[in-house]
C-alpha cells in the first residue's frame, strides 16, 4: 500500500528499499520518486517482471539495482550481500 510504505519511510530510516514497479493503485515509479524524496541516502532495488520497465525508470531516474522476476529468496539474499560489499 503507497500510503502505507510512505508513512513508514518518514518515520524510519531505511537503508534499502526493495520497490515493486507495477502496483494496483498506483504507478511504481512515481513511488520511487517519493521514497526517494524522503529517504534519500536509501538504496532502493526495484523488483519487476517486465524488464522494459525497469529501463524506462532507468532513463528517467538512477536506480540503484534491479530484481526481474520471477526470482527465489537465495536470490534476494544473494543480491543483497553484493550490495553490502560495494559499499
Not at 528499499?17 to 541516502?41: A, N, Q, R
Not at 520471477?70 to 550481500?81: D, N, S, V
Amino acid at each position: 500500500d503507497k500510503q502505507e510504505a510512505l508513512a513508514l519511510a518518514g518515520q524510519e530510516k531505511f537503508d534499502l528499499v526493495f520497490l515493486d514497479l507495477v502496483l494496483k493503485e498506483v504507478d511504481g515509479v512515481k513511488v520511487y520518486k517519493e521514497i526517494k524524496g524522503i529517504l534519500p541516502e536509501a538504496t532502493i532495488v526495484v523488483m519487476t517482471g517486465y524488464p522494459q520497465k525497469a529501463k524506462e525508470l532507468e532513463g528517467a531516474v538512477e536506480i540503484s539495482g534491479c530484481l526481474y522476476k520471477p526470482f527465489e529468496l537465495e536470490g534476494i539474499l544473494e543480491y543483497i550481500e553484493k550490495l553490502k560489499v560495494k559499499k
